[in-house]
């Protein structure tokens, strides 16, 4: 077969789709004055959401669900953080140093 020309370009095209169909989505939240910039996240399995800390605080995003728990640790002003999400279910969401922070990510199949 011939690998150059438009066939090459397709075939190319077709297997970088596949890749990021197969990776997953990416869910930024940010966080600002103490706060998640969305309440609520809709994703499925194999998506990433990455905390995004744009406040002027350190943040430490975690959850305690039960077989879904995660605990990003403390992180700086300007820097992020993620979770690939790799079961479904209801995940709820906080932050250990503001507890008025609380969000939820739906992770669906």
């Known amino acids: 077969m011939n690998w150059r020309g438009p066939a090459a370009v397709a075939w190319g095209l077709t297997c970088i789709a596949a890749g990021a169909a197969v990776g997953g989505a990416?869910?930024?939240?940010?966080?600002k004055n103490k706060s998640f910039?969305?309440?609520v996240v809709r994703a499925k399995v194999g998506d990433v959401v990455l905390f995004r800390n744009d406040d002027g605080v350190f943040h430490n995003i975690f959850s305690l669900t039960s077989g879904l728990g995660f605990d990003l640790g403390a992180y700086a002003p300007g820097s992020s953080r993620q979770v690939t999400l790799d079961k479904p279910g209801r995940i709820d969401v906080e932050c250990a140093i503001h507890p008025r922070m609380k969000m939820v990510i739906d992770v669906s199949m």
């Open 26 to 31: 990416e869910h930024v939240v940010g966080q």
């Open 37 to 39: 910039s969305v309440g």
